[in-house]
């Protein structure tokens, strides 16, 4: 199963689990809607999962463990004081149901992490559909080396960021792409959803690969000239 909870403005928490198994939580920036889903549905709980110490990642993990106290939560050392129990750097994770990579996406913040479960990629704040996070660290370089090593990994990798950022992300690539057909049709698809109420995520590597233009960026200055662009568009 892969489920997307809404939380706050514009997060989403994931639940990911296979068929019979317990699930995995990646991020929690509130429990108004998850912990009811969990109980409701009589989900068991493996684990979750950080990507960074953002309040709007972290700010309902205590209450999560004050449900569910003997569930693992795993995150780097910047999640520490949020409600990390595991701390945990890039490479193979491994809990009881699920072998986790785990690979260093910082740039965003300066320890963010991303993680691979199933062939189902877990981004945080790094890569959203149609664009990528902002660069609070001022290290352009870590945050183009992280997509770039997110960009490696199968063309078929169902990609789950933690934002409904997809139609502005999508207005702003619009002036980079001139005529790009697959941008203009994939724009429409998500206003139809979006004015449904649905969400426009997950999304593929290969569909971000024809309308990202983060990933696009073939140079970091070419990457820097595009994430200042998008700053102030």
């Not at 690979?103 to 990629?121: C, N, P, W």
């Not at 981004?123 to 183009?144: I, P, Q, W």
């Amino acid at each position: 199963m892969l489920v997307s909870i809404p939380a706050l403005n514009d997060n989403y928490i994931w639940l990911y689990g296979r068929a019979d198994f317990p699930v995995i939580v990646i991020d929690i920036p509130e429990t108004t809607q998850l912990i009811p889903y969990i109980q409701q549905n009589q989900l068991r709980v493996e684990a979750v999962l950080l990507t960074h110490h953002h309040d709007d990642h972290t700010a309902g993990v205590n209450e999560f463990k004050r449900v569910f106290p003997h569930i693992k939560v795993f995150g780097p050392e910047e999640t520490s004081k949020k409600g990390a129990t595991e701390i945990i750097q890039a490479g193979k994770l491994k809990t009881k149901n699920y072998d986790i990579q785990v690979i260093e996406t910082a740039g965003h913040t300066e320890q963010h992490i991303s993680y691979v479960v199933d062939g189902h990629l877990f981004c945080g704040d790094s890569l959203f559909s149609a664009g990528c996070g902002r660069v609070f660290t001022g290290d352009y370089e870590k945050m183009f080396t992280g997509l770039q090593c997110l960009k490696q990994l199968p063309d078929e990798t169902i990609v789950c960021p933690a934002h409904e950022y997809t139609l502005s992300n999508l207005a702003f690539a619009e002036t980079v792409f001139v005529h790009n057909e697959i941008l203009i049709m994939h724009k429409e698809k998500v206003k139809h959803l979006r004015a449904n109420n649905q969400p426009s995520l997950p999304t593929t590597l290969a569909l971000e690969k024809e309308i990202n233009p983060f990933l696009r960026a073939k140079t970091l200055d070419e990457f820097i000239t595009l994430r200042k662009a998008k700053d102030n568009f």
